[in-house]
């Protein structure tokens, strides 16, 4: 079993120069808050990285252009970005958190013990 962090962002230098302006000029209105807590301005934030690191959990992370090429079937459903999705090779993917959940999320370490419940899982 895999958490999917799958960020409200395409990829792309000139997409993550925007993502990066945008965050700073009007952060109230970035629309994705799973970048907003897993990352600041500019870098990755400290903490997160660290629990990323040292969990011992797979993780995987996608901006939504790539998760939507590499997981692309009739049969996936439509979800809406960002999400956080568990993949187990019986199951398949199960949501983790998704929209509203995150955007209840204040803070990076709130984020960190939601994701250390759903490893629970696996």
Known sequence: MKLIFV?????GAFQQL????HKVVSPQTYTCDLCSL??????ESALWKTYRQTSGHS??????????????????PKYRFPIVLIEDPTRG?????????????????????????????F
């Open 59 to 76: 993780f995987t992370f996608f901006h939504k252009d790539e998760f939507e090429k590499a997981y692309r079937s009739k049969w996936l």
């Open 93 to 121: 993917l199960e949501i983790g958190l998704n929209v509203e959940d995150l955007a209840k999320i204040e803070t990076t370490q709130e984020l960190i013990d939601k994701v250390a419940a759903l490893s629970k899982h």
């Open 18 to 21: 925007l993502d990066t302006a």
């Open 7 to 11: 960020y409200n962002a395409n990829s």
């Open 38 to 43: 897993t990352h600041g301005s500019f870098r």
